[in-house]
């Protein structure tokens, strides 16, 4: 998986510029995948070069002319072989996980504050996620709502549940160092 896939969905559900392809990412995409303004704009003049995306410039009065980015062909070639490939097992890359293998010389005390820091890092983000779903998703089975609506639904409880899978990881982790005793 690569940003230009997740530019080239966003691109192809509507025409888009750099500006609106990031408030996406504000409000939505960025709950789980983190990409930053520079590497959204590098990464659509990357696609824009190997005729994935085209673009139209539209002047503006009052700010500098935009880039509206379409979906060539060839870019609806490549998103549907990815969308086809199979999903790939995601690799951890994961500071708090290094810690913990590292305790040993990091000390039961200091390990300690480094897991309850982490668990209150998951359970703002899960409470961040509850209140988007009380907010939009408080009828789950609303048949009103499009099946756009039901997807990001779908997404979000995944990152609902794995944050409560965090939460109970650090939580268990507590109380195992708490029976522990060691010293760096």
């Known amino acids: 998986m690569a940003l230009k896939h997740i530019l080239l969905i966003v691109i192809g559900r509507r025409p888009s510029s750099g500006y609106d392809i990031v408030k996406d990412f504000k409000e939505v995409l960025g709950f789980f995948w983190h990409a930053g303004h520079q590497q959204i704009y590098r990464e659509l003049g990357k696609l824009d070069a190997h005729g994935l995306v085209r673009h139209t ?33 995601r690799t951890v890359n994961d500071e708090i996980l290094v810690k913990v293998y590292a ?7 200091a390990l300690r504050r480094e897991l309850e820091q982490d668990r209150d890092r998951h359970a703002e983000q899960l ?17 009103e709502a499009g099946i756009f609506d039901h997807l990001v639904r779908i997404a979000l409880r995944k990152g609902i549940l ?23």
Do not use: H, M, N
Request: glycine share 4%; charged share 35%.
């Open 103 to 109: 305790g040993e010389l990091l000390g039961c005390e």
């Open 162 to 184: 794995s944050e409560q899978a965090w939460l109970q990881w650090t939580e268990e982790s507590i109380a195992t160092l708490d029976r522990l005793e060691f010293r760096p």
């Open 127 to 143: 409470r961040v996620y509850r209140e988007i779903e009380a907010t939009y998703f408080s009828t789950p089975t609303d048949k």
């Open 57 to 89: 410039t539209v002047p503006q009065d009052d700010r500098p002319d935009k880039k509206v980015y379409r979906i060539t062909d060839q870019g609806w070639e490549e998103l549907r072989a990815w969308l086809r490939s199979p999903t790939q097992i």
